[in-house]
């Protein structure tokens, strides 16, 4: 486990005007109106999270390259699994990085516990079917690795724990 380093990194909300424009209706005509400023607030969050996890996963690919990290892929995808970041370690090695992006809320709720049982089985099953693919990319000596980036996003900053090996 590598200490924990700050980042800054500035953003922009994607989507901040749609519930802004909403919200500053206040004239209903009907039910499926509130239903529909609802479901725009909805929707607004959700896009909001799934940017988060695109924009976590942009700077960690960022983090990567200048710790000497040479990216191969990004979001492999099989049925069984999905591979976030697939590089070539500064060793030389095969690593495979799994991106947990959060916004900070406190409580001691952090990225890492986003990383389940069920959700390591299956990195390391995405994994290894990638490994047992691409064998000329493996050194018999040094094999490959999975790692772990948590990233916490403090307002326009992202606090960085490596973990490798997990």
């Keep these: ?13 994607a989507f901040a005007g749609l519930v802004s424009n909403l919200s500053e ?3 209903w005509k009907s039910n499926s109106d509130r239903f529909i400023h609802r479901l725009g ?21 960022r983090y ?7 990216i191969l892929e990004r979001n492999w995808r099989r049925p069984f699994g999905e591979l976030d970041i ?21 409580g001691g ?3 890492e516990n986003q990383m389940t049982g069920e959700k390591m089985r299956k990195f390391k099953k995405a994994a290894s079917a990638y490994a047992s693919s691409h064998s000329e ?3 018999e000596k040094k094999g490959w690795r999975c790692d772990c980036l948590a990233l916490l ?3 326009s900053e992202f606090r960085v724990t490596q973990y490798e090996n997990v």
């Design 41 to 61: 607030e909805n929707y607004n969050e959700c896009m909001k999270s799934a940017d988060l996890g695109r924009e976590g996963e942009n700077f960690a690919t």
């Design 86 to 106: 697939i590089a070539w370690g500064p060793e030389k090695t095969l690593v495979f990085v799994e991106v947990k992006t959060m916004r900070y809320f406190g």
């Design 25 to 27: 209706s206040n004239s």
């Design 1 to 13: 486990c590598l200490p924990v380093n700050i980042f800054k990194y500035e953003t922009k909300p």
């Design 109 to 111: 709720i952090i990225p």
């Design 137 to 139: 990319l493996i050194d």
């Design 64 to 70: 990567l390259e200048k710790r000497g990290y040479k």
């Design 153 to 155: 996003k403090e307002g």
